[in-house]
């Protein structure tokens, strides 16, 4: 069974910075590509940033360009999310997902989420 496990989000003042972790058990992230999303109270989820296999492509949202780094470390299996120069607005359930397509089809993972909160 695939988990996606994100760590690493709390509490933290505007203008401080986080490192976001996600860990999947049972897939290995090599061939696929990873991203961040977010989900704030009363709105729905969207996209922040994904990260190509092999880590040479990036897309990020409008949103958090220049403050937000998106990183994979294939040899450890993990993603990671650097979150710097934070604002309130950034408070969010942050998601991480992974999803390869291949001829069999589009597989999609998603972890339950880490909470960030940001305040002014």
């Known amino acids: 069974q695939v988990q996606l496990v994100e760590s690493g989000g709390g509490l933290v003042q505007a203008g401080g910075s986080l490192r976001l972790s996600c860990a999947p058990s049972?897939?290995?992230?090599?061939?696929?590509?990873m991203g961040w999303f977010r989900q704030a109270p009363g709105k729905e989820r969207e996209f922040v940033v994904f990260?190509?296999?092999?880590?040479?492509?990036?897309s990020y949202a409008d949103s958090v360009k220049g403050r937000f780094t998106i990183a994979r470390d294939n040899a450890l299996n993990t993603g990671y999310l650097q979150m710097n120069s934070l604002k309130p607005d950034d408070t969010a359930v942050y998601y991480c997902?992974?999803?390869?397509?291949?001829?069999?089809?589009?597989?999609?993972?998603w972890g339950q989420g880490t909470q960030v909160t940001v305040s002014s």
């Open positions: 997902n992974a999803q390869s397509s291949s001829w069999s089809g589009v597989y999609s993972y």
């Open positions: 049972g897939l290995t992230i090599t061939r696929y590509t």
């Open positions: 990260i190509s296999w092999s880590g040479g492509s990036t």
